[in-house]
T-cell receptor
Framework: KAGVTQTPRYLIKTRGQQVTLSCSPISGHRSVSWYQQTPGQGLQFLFEYFSETQRNKGNFPGRFSGRQFSNSRSEMNVSTLELGDSALYLC?????????????FGPGTRLTVL | TQLLEQSPQFLSIQEGENLTVYCNSSSVFSSLQWYRQEPGEGPVLLVTVVTGGEVKKLKRLTFQFGDARKDSSLHITAAQTGDTGLYLCAGAGSIQGAQKLVFGQGTRLTINP
């Protein structure tokens, strides 16, 4: 079974731009969670989607948004990028919601904001 | 404020030594998971502990869940260079009215040959 895939793997943007990251969960997994990982803050929960609906949300500003499609694939969007948004963005899938059981992580998208 | 505090944050030891990593909280969790993350990859689940006082072994790694389900430890015996990585604990439970998984900041472990 293919694992969680994330595209792109690396991105360089400038302040003020927006970015869209994509995540394809493991086949059959219906819950997708997004995390931001930085050296200073560790792994911070962004949001979780199940059945195309956002079920949980972390403490991030409204510039961070996401969606899930009917095939469980998910995208997250960050608008008006700031330098502090530079991070590794990880997507994780799990079978059902809530996704507090085993989470399977993708390799992440490394976003650099200049 | 981190809900889960991991210590130490950094640990560098020689191959063959033993070590223990701690994961502490004032909150009760329904389960606690340990992940390992290597450079360029996402975290990979090592183990899940569910019952207070539970001990699980994975080869040279021993995981324990505290009796009150608020803390956990990871002990590695005779560390090997392949154990190098970022170790993350994650607690699952009802947090702010929703079922969530919260992560500690991680312990960056380096095993020197």
């Amino acid at each position: 079974k293919a694992g969680v895939t994330q595209t792109p793997r690396y991105l360089i943007k400038t302040r003020g731009q927006q970015v869209t990251l994509s995540c394809s969960p493991i086949s059959g997994h219906r819950s997708v969670s997004w995390y931001q990982q930085t050296p200073g803050q560790g792994l911070q929960f962004l949001f979780e989607y199940f059945s195309e609906t956002q079920r949980n949300k972390g403490n991030f500003p409204g510039r961070f948004s996401g969606r899930q499609f009917s095939n469980s694939r998910s995208e997250m969007n960050v608008s008006t990028l700031e330098l502090g948004d530079s991070a590794l963005y990880l997507c994780a899938s799990s079978l059902e919601w809530p996704g507090t059981d085993t989470q399977y992580f993708g390799p992440g998208t490394r976003l650099t904001v200049l | 404020t981190q809900l889960l505090e991991q210590s130490p944050q950094f640990l560098s030891i020689q191959e063959g030594e033993n070590l223990t990593v701690y994961c502490n909280s004032s909150s009760v969790f329904s389960s606690l998971q340990w992940y390992r993350q290597e450079p360029g990859e996402g975290p990979v689940l090592l183990v899940t502990v569910v019952t207070g006082g539970e001990v699980k072994k994975l080869k040279r790694l021993t995981f324990q869940f505290g009796d009150a389900r608020k803390d956990s430890s990871l002990h590695i015996t005779a560390a090997q260079t392949g154990d190098t990585g970022l170790y993350l604990c994650a607690g699952a439970g009802s947090i702010q009215g929703a079922q969530k998984l919260v992560f500690g900041q991680g312990t960056r472990l380096t095993i020197n040959p």
